[in-house]
């Protein structure tokens, strides 16, 4: 039952017309400023496609003759 009510519960704010930021802006420039060197040196490590350092279309291996 209580699943039900947290379900409804979530399902109305998904519908709320004011969002309010828990942040003002000002906290968000000086959070994005701290942290600038820390963004720019961040390496984009993931491998979305899981084909490696291949990328999308891996390089066709030629025969040797």
Request: a positive charge.
């Amino acid at each position: 039952m209580t699943n039900l009510v947290n379900f409804i519960k979530r399902l109305l704010r998904l519908f709320r017309k004011e969002k309010k930021s828990k942040l003002s802006v000002a906290q968000i420039d000086e959070l994005i400023e701290t942290n600038k060197d820390t963004f720019i040196n961040l390496g984009d490590n993931l491998d979305y496609d899981g084909m490696g350092d291949w990328g999308r279309f891996p390089p066709i291996k030629k025969k040797n003759k």
